[in-house]
Each structure stands twice: as structure tokens, then as C-alpha cells.
């Protein structure tokens, strides 16, 4: 790879210099695609080895645009795509979830609940008070809602 050298002044017009000696692992880290983030080796930071560096199109340095532009070219090897984070684990009310039940959704997935949850589950579904959405039980409790009723109904009932 071809040491790169370039120059950027900041607000107090001082010069310095990074010299990227080699980047790795470029990926995507927002769903609009325009920001990049590798792992960068730069001659001045040597010592530290190989540092995580974001940068996109509109970056405030040359060299940060630069190496955005050969990122998106390849040179670094393929951009790895964009992965969201999971959901954090949120509480839900039982007593809301029943609040947001039509009576018929209520009817279908009480008599749902009697013929497709073993009694344990029904008995600490029962005794209730909130669902952690990370639990066995929510996610029961999801599967026995999502055959009475529609996917979309389904997140809305149980607060997605």
C-alpha cells in the first residue's frame, strides 16, 4: 500500500500531517450509508497501532475525506454493511396490552392461551404484573398473539 501524506490546517492554522499506512475492515455505521468507520494505521500514531476511525464525505480534514473516498472506491476491501442495533429490552404492562386488545382479539387470545400454552406458562402469564420483552414469556406470549391476530397488531398490542 502507498504511504499517502496530506496536510490540513486547523482554526488556529497550524499544519499537521497523518500519513495513513494502512486501513482495514472498512464497514457502513448508519442506515443512510454515508458514514464509514476501519481501522486506520497512521505513521504519527504508529506506536498505538491500528485505531478506529469514522469518517464520511463532508469530514473536516483532507485526509479524512481522502480516506472516505477510497473506502467507497475499495481500495480497503468491501464495505461491510450496515447492522442496526437490536431494540434494548423495554417493560411492558400486562394490564396495557389487554387495554389494546379489541374484545375479540381479548377472547381469541385468552381461548388461544388455553390450548397452546402449557399450564406453567399460563399460570406466570397470569400472575403478571409486566412482560420484559427479552423473556421466554414475552416472546410466548407474542407467538400465541401473532395466530389471533395480524404481525402489525401484534407490535401494537404488545408496545413495538
Not at 464509514?36 to 504508529?46: K, N, R, Y
Not at 420484559?132 to 389471533?148: E, I, M, Y
Request: proline share 5%; net charge negative; with cysteine.
Amino acid at each position: 500500500m502507498n504511504n499517502i501524506e496530506i496536510s490540513q490546517p486547523d482554526e488556529l492554522a497550524l499544519s499537521f500531517t497523518r500519513t495513513l499506512i494502512e486501513a482495514r475492515n472498512p464497514r457502513w455505521i448508519n442506515a443512510d450509508l454515508t458514514i464509514i468507520s476501519l481501522e486506520v494505521l497512521f505513521a504519527e500514531l504508529s506506536h498505538l497501532g491500528f485505531l478506529p476511525f469514522s469518517c464520511d464525505a463532508n469530514f473536516d480534514t483532507d485526509y479524512g475525506v481522502d480516506i472516505f473516498n477510497r473506502a467507497v472506491a475499495g481500495e480497503f476491501g468491501e464495505i461491510a454493511a450496515f447492522i442496526p442495533l437490536p431494540p434494548a429490552p423495554y417493560t411492558m404492562s400486562v394490564s396495557n396490552m389487554w387495554d389494546r386488545m379489541t374484545d375479540d382479539e381479548g377472547d381469541d387470545f385468552d381461548a388461544a392461551m388455553s390450548v397452546a400454552t402449557p399450564l406453567k406458562s399460563r399460570k406466570a402469564f397470569n400472575a403478571a404484573v409486566t412482560l420484559q420483552s427479552d423473556s421466554d414469556l414475552f416472546a410466548w406470549v407474542r407467538n400465541v398473539l401473532l395466530t389471533v391476530t395480524t404481525a402489525e397488531r401484534t407490535d401494537i398490542i404488545m408496545g413495538q
